[in-house]
């Protein structure tokens, strides 16, 4: 059974910084691309980052590419968002996700419960 485990949400101050994680059993980190999605309310869930399984290659969406990046511990079966220079629109409710490598939902079979990120202006 595959597990993802995310946290590091909560809420900051815009230009601030959060570090999400997402912790997951060993032969999934070693077996499926790792990715980030968020939803904001009343909005289709979105793209943010996604890492290939053996950190070869990443993948960042456009409009966090300057201020998000994307990392994997393997010895940790942690992967890790840093989100500097928060705005007000990143605030969303936050998954990790893991399956093929790209940047649609429906290429991922797995998914944590979300971590909130709140960002206030």
């Known amino acids: 059974q595959v597990q993802l485990v995310e946290s590091g949400g909560g809420l900051v101050q815009a230009g601030g910084s959060l570090r999400l994680s997402c912790t997951a059993s060993?032969?999934?980190?070693?077996?499926?691309?790792m990715g980030w999605f968020r939803q904001a309310p009343g909005k289709e869930r979105e793209f943010v980052a996604a890492i290939v399984w053996n950190g070869g290659g990443t993948s960042i969406a456009d409009s966090v590419k300057d201020r998000f990046t994307i990392s994997k511990d393997n010895a940790k079966n942690t992967v890790y968002l840093q989100m500097n220079r928060l705005k007000h629109e990143d605030t969303a409710l936050y998954y990790c996700a893991a399956g093929r490598f790209g940047n649609t939902p429906m290429w991922y079979d797995y998914w944590g419960q979300g971590t909130q990120v709140t960002v206030s202006s």
């Open positions: 060993r032969r999934t980190f070693s077996t499926y691309a």
